[in-house]
């Protein structure tokens, strides 16, 4: 047997097996709030939503990050074909809450089926999707055969696989299944050269493998309403007289290095105001009450409070926000990244709102995303070691106004650029053209089909060539 299909067959078997305990597992997670109180079925595969008649789409998205870069994807394959059914699937609630509001409304949205055998098939029957798009790292045996054993195209955009995965996948019991499952995509979009060399090196088969940039470069616009916007100009006026600067992302422990550059910051510069951006939100109530018996004076902004003279920590425990907020500091430090373990966050986001930037050193994957701002101007990203060097930087950028403007408008012209550069080389156009491929499969015969994937895959290649990214 191949040694591929073999290790696929023993994932399966365990997959089944575990299915009674991976169900105790929703339940507990459900009683914990981290599942939907009652949507939580979606992720045994059973829909909660009807399947209208018609081709459909589906695009799995794991969090809220990876579904925000697919929402432009999807809209545009909606305004090349109308008539198209798009779902959208998300696996944790703060993207749900999130993406609930942002997404076109004829989509349909639900949360991803975990990967057991009856859950996908379960899933697959439901909705009967003519293409699959998985967003970034979302590769799953069981989802990605069952899915090319009924003739479904599959795709994975904004391609990437983390160090410590690829060196997994790349061990010899698994270095044949992920082969395997490599070989079922019709298209593979990796975010940067070095994932597309990561994913070669995996075996996945050269033709289907298109350059196009990191779409978190490209950030769309989705407007904020009256009342959020008179929100945050309230917001902006009662910080008019402070000296602020922003923490966004933060992961537990990274907290403290924060409280700690706040301490130092306040006793140079007493109208310091620090805004505390959580990973997760509802950590936001703890690091109050942490920040408070140590001394601060702290607004929540779920409680909607105005700030007090005394005022100097805003701690921003609500959803969907970020990108409002960087509009209101000079500077962003993006978290995830001091502590060994982390892997950073999208540093995009804050460049686009024109904020001087700072992150730790342990970045992940977004290091290419830091690599190429910098070599694009060297002031748009500053990476600091810890805690005293972080200290040292903002102070300096504190006291040092021509230094601040010099790296703010650094970022904002370098993101300025590989925004631009992302759009113009365009992906959306090649997800667009599979599904067009998917959704006519039914005229071909299963060798006849691959074939024109291939050369379908070998043309978009040809195209991209003088872009410099293939």
Request: hydrophobic letters at 40%; glycine letters at 6%; aromatic letters at 8%.
């Amino acid at each position: 047997m191949n040694p591929g299909l073999a290790a696929y067959k023993l994932y399966r078997a365990l997959t089944y097996a575990a299915s009674p305990l991976i169900r105790l597992h929703l339940q507990w997670r459900r009683f914990r709030g981290l599942e939907h109180l009652q949507r939580w079925p979606e992720r045994l595969g059973h829909a909660s939503q009807p399947r209208k008649p018609g081709p459909l789409v589906w695009f799995h998205a794991v969090s809220l990050g990876e579904g925000m870069i697919a929402i432009p994807v999807i809209k545009h394959c909606i305004r090349k074909m109308p008539n198209l059914n798009v779902l959208v699937t998300i696996t944790t609630l703060s993207a749900f809450e999130v993406l609930s509001k942002k997404i076109p409304s004829e989509v349909i949205l639900q949360f991803s089926p975990v990967d057991t055998p009856s859950s996908i098939r379960s899933f697959l029957h439901y909705w009967k999707p003519s293409a699959i798009v998985l967003m970034e790292s979302e590769l799953w045996p069981n989802l990605i055969m069952d899915a090319s054993k009924n003739g479904i195209t599959l795709a994975l955009l904004n391609a990437r696989i983390s160090e410590k995965s690829f060196k997994l996948w790349s061990g010899p019991v698994l270095l044949p299944l992920i082969s395997l499952m490599l070989s079922k995509f019709s298209l593979i979009v990796p975010l940067s050269t070095e994932q597309g060399i990561r994913f070669q090196l995996l075996q996945a088969p050269p033709y289907i493998i298109n350059f196009s940039g990191d779409l978190k470069y490209v950030i769309e616009d989705f407007g904020v309403n009256e009342c959020g916007r008179m929100n945050i100009d309230n917001l902006r006026q009662q910080l008019s007289h402070k000296q602020v600067w922003m923490a966004s992302s933060i992961h537990r422990g990274e907290e403290e290095i924060i409280s700690g550059v706040h301490n130092v910051l306040m006793q140079l510069r007493p109208n310091i105001m620090t805004i505390i951006v959580p990973r997760h939100p509802q950590q936001g109530r703890e690091i109050a009450k942490k920040l408070e018996r140590q001394g601060h004076y702290v607004v929540l902004r779920s409680q909607h409070e105005r700030f007090k003279p005394e005022t100097n920590i805003y701690v921003v425990d609500t959803l969907g926000e970020l990108r409002q907020m960087y509009t209101l500091t000079p500077i962003a430090v993006i978290g995830g990244s001091f502590l060994p373990g982390l892997s950073g966050h999208n540093i995009s986001e804050a460049a686009a709102a024109g904020c001087a930037i700072l992150t730790g050193r342990h970045v992940g994957h977004f290091s290419h995303m830091v690599l190429e701002m910098q070599q694009l101007n060297p002031l748009s990203v500053l990476q600091v070691s810890g805690k005293l060097e972080l200290e040292k930087s903002l102070t300096e950028l504190f006291t040092n106004t021509t230094l601040l403007e010099a790296r703010r408008r650094a970022a904002k012209e370098a993101f300025s650029f590989k925004g631009w550069f992302s759009k113009r080389v365009d992906a959306y156009q090649l997800v667009s053209e599979l599904i067009v491929v998917g959704l006519e499969r039914a005229s071909y015969g299963r060798t006849d089909w691959k074939g024109r994937v291939k050369q379908q895959s070998i043309a978009a290649g040809n195209q991209l060539s003088g872009t410099g990214l293939w």
